[in-house]
């Protein structure tokens, strides 16, 4: 279980882990100067954000139309579809479908929304081999440990790590070096493509007037998992929807250049349905599980549902200070840094979540460099407002030391008189109490009111 308290010892400790914050610097460093260089091709970046942001907020305020559509072209193209209200309803209808088919082995691309319903523990729970495919996920996985980012899984762990990791589990050398170490995750998982009796990927996008979901990657891993094994799910959020493939042509390059900095990614792919009778390969069944599991709470939200625009390409988590200081896992949560700040307390709890709004420093960052525009520092204040009136779970501690504050700040006469000593020994106070021993702060000395009038008189 996630806790406030869990959160800032982890915060505190990782933050000053130079090894870590020297890893992520260098690979966020790297993703910076990619992002740089993908700019220079739009001949107006800001304009494609603009109809990036009115076609999802489009989709969100459509929702039920465009879900509607999706459904009934992907069950005209052959495809099974399921809705999910919840993880476990989503857990359950997998679990219907291993067993149809007897299932033992499961190859999966990479999926935030599979990590959201804790699918592969689950499935390991009554015996299935789960393997990930994607080169980042397989590290993680291997290294019995969480994605630490929505994009790039094993983004904390240099090559180094890597060998190491591959040493011990697979008896590798201890300084394999890059070609090594991926010529032999290619051999072993090229024996699992053609094993599985299940391929499970995500979707990017889902394809409302051709009933298609949208997929794209880097390492060709996720049409394997579609190619090789006689079934396919995809298990996709409701939000996912884009109303025309036409669009695909932005969000396909807006994506690419936002999550890695490439003009477009490697393989996309757009999968309508099972394999038909005409063709020799391809999946028997394709059986797409859409997820509600909050979303559809979060929609009702008047501010909050414009975190649904989400096409989670990782920059704001890249962009912000407090996920580049304290790393992916510390929020020990699905997903991470401002976005997940907005969308974790509706998909797992305020009670459980709602400490996340507070990693924030509202510097705006995110908001800067986000693709479909999400106002997410505001979005993350709106949730603060909720966790703390809503759920009635601020501490009496905190709301008299609010309802103190605002009496002096609403009394100009208070804030006039000259208490530098009272004033200094209460920002001590604090600043001993949470503010951390690692911060300074400037004496008071003399009241701004007195400097302001000094200034002005010379
Ligand atoms: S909120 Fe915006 S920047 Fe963050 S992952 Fe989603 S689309 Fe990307």
Not at 56 to 72: H, I, M, P, S
Not at 144 to 162: C, F, L, N, R, W
Not at 195 to 212: E, P, R, S, Y
């Amino acid at each position: 279980m996630p806790s406030k308290r869990k959160f800032l010892k982890q915060a505190q400790k990782v933050a000053f882990d130079y090894e870590h914050r020297q890893k992520l610097k260098h690979n966020i460093g790297k993703y910076e100067i990619a992002v740089e260089k993908g700019l220079l091709r739009y001949k107006d970046f800001e304009k494609a954000r603009d109809i990036a942001s009115a076609i999802k907020t489009d989709v969100v305020n459509n929702l039920d139309k465009y879900l509607d559509e999706f459904a009934r072209n992907f069950e005209k193209n052959g495809g099974e579809l399921i809705i999910a209200p919840d993880a476990n309803s989503a857990l359950a209808a997998v679990e219907r479908i291993v067993k149809q088919v007897d299932a033992r082995l499961i190859v999966k691309s990479k999926s935030m929304t599979t990590e959201e319903i804790g699918l592969n523990e689950f499935l390991e729970s009554f015996g299935v081999e789960v393997v990930e495919t994607d080169l980042g996920e397989f590290i993680v996985q291997q290294a019995g440990e969480k994605p630490y980012h929505i994009v790039t899984p094993a983004m904390h762990k240099s090559k180094q790590d890597v060998a190491r990791l591959y040493h011990e589990k697979f008896g590798l050398p201890e300084d394999a070096d890059v070609h090594q170490l991926t010529s032999f995750t290619r051999g072993y998982l090229r024996e699992k493509f053609v094993k599985a009796d299940i391929g499970i990927t995500g979707a990017n996008f889902l394809i409302a007037n051709i009933g298609a979901i949208a997929v794209t990657e880097n390492e060709g891993n996720a049409l394997m998992s579609v190619s090789f094994p006689k079934v396919h799910i995809a298990i996709v959020g409701i939000e996912k929807l884009l109303p025309s493939y036409k669009d695909l042509s932005l969000f396909w390059q807006i994506l690419a250049n936002r999550g890695t900095g490439q003009s477009v990614t490697v393989y996309n792919s757009l999968i309508l349905g099972p394999k038909k009778n005409v063709e020799d390969n391809g999946p028997e069944r394709m059986i797409v599980i859409l997820i509600d599991n909050g979303r559809t709470e979060l929609l009702a939200q008047k501010e909050q549902k414009a975190a649904l625009k989400c096409i989670r390409c990782g920059a704001c988590l890249n962009a912000c200070p407090v996920y580049r200081t304290i790393g992916g896992h510390t929020y020990n949560s699905v997903y991470s840094g401002p976005i997940g700040s907005v969308l974790m307390p509706f998909f797992g709890g305020f009670k459980e979540y709602g400490y996340l709004t507070f990693a924030c420093t509202l510097c705006r960052k995110c908001e800067e460099v986000c693709p479909v525009r999400i106002p997410l520092p505001d979005l993350i204040l709106s949730n603060r407002r909720d966790y703390v009136e809503k759920y009635k779970l601020s501490s009496s501690g905190e709301r008299v030391a609010m309802k103190a504050f605002e009496y002096s700040l609403t009394k100009p006469k208070f804030y006039e008189i000259n208490m530098s000593k009272v004033k200094n020994a209460f920002i001590r106070l604090i600043q001993n109490w949470f503010w951390s021993k690692y911060r300074d702060f400037p004496q008071f000395k003399t009241p701004f009111r007195k400097q302001f009038k000094h200034k002005k008189s010379n």
